[in-house]
T-cell receptor, first 113, second 111 residues
């Protein structure tokens, strides 16, 4: 069964450092998303991406965040200067159609110290 | 009113019990509705889509009431393996079409 893969599974970084979280969406999917979940809280939308551009972003997705699809398979989330409050599980997802049946990767647990 | 609201639980039920979860949503323009399941510290996994006519998948039945803006999930004959957090997910509708997650309802099935 095709799946979304994310690397790394865990990332520990110092406050102020840049991190890049990587995702390989399901190959025939056209829509890509990043969500995050702070421990004990709900899954929150960050950004959606289609046709090599951002379709929509939340208020969480400020100038410190960026996304990129550098080649035909990878989809990355970059946080330029991490803050303590960026510590969360970051989930990548993809779907065949817009905001329909999202399939999630297993997540990257980001810990900012 | 929260965009998507669920009773956080926990619901503690014995094996074999029937349990029902409800969810309300605030945006009347929402068009797509889903139930996801999330195990502790794992990714959400799609359990089922929810259609206006109601739909069933084995022991799971989902219903949608557009007039009252709520969605329900019924689990019959609960198994230990059903223990998880059940997430109600709704698309935001209108010009924005992102999926909004509820906080989830925790189900603990006891032997």
């Amino acid at each position: 069964e095709p799946e979304v893969t994310q690397t790394p599974s865990h990332q520990v970084t110092q406050m102020g450092q840049e991190v890049i979280l990587r995702c390989v969406p399901i190959s025939n999917h056209l829509y890509f998303y990043w969500y995050r979940q702070i421990l004990g809280q709900k899954v929150e939308f960050l950004v959606s991406f289609y046709n090599n551009e951002i379709s929509e972003k939340s208020e969480i997705f400020d100038d410190q965040f960026s996304v990129e699809r550098p080649d035909g398979s990878n989809f990355t989330l970059k946080i330029r200067s991490t803050k303590l409050e960026d510590s969360a599980m970051y989930f990548c997802a993809s779907s065949e159609r817009w905001a329909e049946k999202l399939f999630f990767g297993s997540g990257t647990q980001l810990s900012v110290l | 009113r929260k965009e998507v609201e669920q009773d956080p639980g926990p619901f503690n039920v014995p094996e074999g019990a029937t349990v029902a979860f409800n969810c309300t949503y605030s945006n009347s323009a929402s068009q797509s509705f889903f139930w996801y399941r999330q195990d502790c510290r794992k990714e959400p996994k799609l359990l089922m889509s929810v259609y206006s006519s109601g739909n069933e998948d084995g022991r799971f039945t989902a219903q949608l009431n557009r007039a009252s803006q709520y969605i329900s999930l019924l689990i019959r004959d609960s198994k230990l393996s059903d223990s998880a957090t059940y997430l109600c997910v709704v698309n935001n509708g209108g010009a924005t079409n992102k999926l909004i997650f509820g906080t989830g309802t925790l189900l603990a099935v006891q032997p």
